[in-house]
């Protein structure tokens, strides 16, 4: 049981985050963001809902069997096949959680559902019974509590517990609360519920309204132990409460709040931006914490306060969540041995061939470019885990582009699959689109663009370009990336991984 003092931390970055639009994972990129969610110590990793599909299921599977520390929790509707699913993805882990939910609100139980209240409590009762069976931890959620009715929410909550549900959680789902009212809901619940007291109460705030951290905060000072979260606040719609804006808030309102966290706040930065190379989703410049300018002071006077003392105007340090400037970390005469061991105090484990194909580019990419930063590793690296997962059935052996004013833009690209090497070429749009119609042409893949994102990994004339896209083919979304000095090729590149993927499966 953790202490009074501590607020547990339940990350669901990879399930509630991973599933909403344009934040898919491969399962190596999972496995990656989980082991950095493990030295940021949060306390639970969701790392999926299993039945969902095979993937998702292989997914927790393989992040219970490997990564250590967090306790690894599952999905589960209140049916008995998602329980049974769950607790065998969950198995391998050494600290293991079942999460089974079900819908409490006259909304979910009526419309969705149609079922009366009593076959609801029913299903939760089984539910949890059936989980515990496989596991000791079991959380239950009341999904809508924050539009459920409080008497039929304090008895399901309470037959939950007697079943032997060790985590009972307080959803606000569709980002509904307001904060003081949402604090008398947490503060009613230990009153009325008299089995209360085995159990953590738990909340998961949805940020409809932005109000998803406000709502969370609240809650912990009526009595929540536990606090759902993700990176960055991804998840459904507008997203979830986020994990560095809870824990920071914690931490330096601690005169106030009298709790603090496990959370090792020098790996926030790291773990915002490992998010961000992975799906190509930037956060607003001003986003609390981590935004690009959180820790910018522009005005004058600000600027005046801060030299004169830094406590003027900063309530945190950058030192902190671990942000610091990017430093040169690597040149063109790193060796190997320099390169792996950078990797790994990245937090980075690649298998050798695919730290060899790393180390290729490393050395192409220093030819190019003086300076090498942590960030343009990530996104080497990044690149070479997007890959891996998917078989390299085209390799991309030469490019070449001419656009300009007045010209029409032209791409001749030369793939290799096996041994043989098939070379064609395209007009286009621009110099991207007639790369993209000459790969169409040699691989017969056709897919639809459907997003496209190039950011610049890091400053300077000479920085890479890094591309991460969405592409429909056939039924189904990919997602590629690819990193280069040349954004031509960087596009490519990305273009190339989805069409692998594609190809691969075949
Ligand atoms: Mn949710």
Redesign the pocket.
Known sequence: MPSKDNVIIFDTTLR?GEQSPGFSMTIDEKLTLARQLARLKVDVIEAGFPQASPGDFEAVSKIAKTVKGPTIAGLARAIAGDIDRCAEAVKPAKKKRIHTFVGTSPEHMKYQMKKTSSQVLRMAVTAVKRARGYVKDVEFSAMDASRTDLKFLYEILEAAIAEGATTVNI?D?VGYAIPAEFGEMIASIKENVPNIGKAIISV?C?DDLGMAVSNSIEAVRCGARQIECAVNGI??RAG?ASLEEVVMAIRTRKDYMKVGTRINTKEIYKTSQLLISITGVPVQPNKAIVGENAFAHESGIHQDGVLKKRTTFEIMTTASIGAKKSKLVLGKHSGRHAFSKRLKELGYKLKQEALDKAFGKFKILADKKKEIFDEDLQSIVGEEISTASGEKVFELVHLQTSSGTNTVPTATVSLKKGDKVTTDSSIGDGPVDATYRAIERITGIKGKLMSYNIRSVTLGKDAMGEVTLRARIGNEMYVGKGSSTDVIEASAKAWLTAINRKAGER
């Open positions: 509630d959803p789902t998961h949805h998840g459904e979830n």
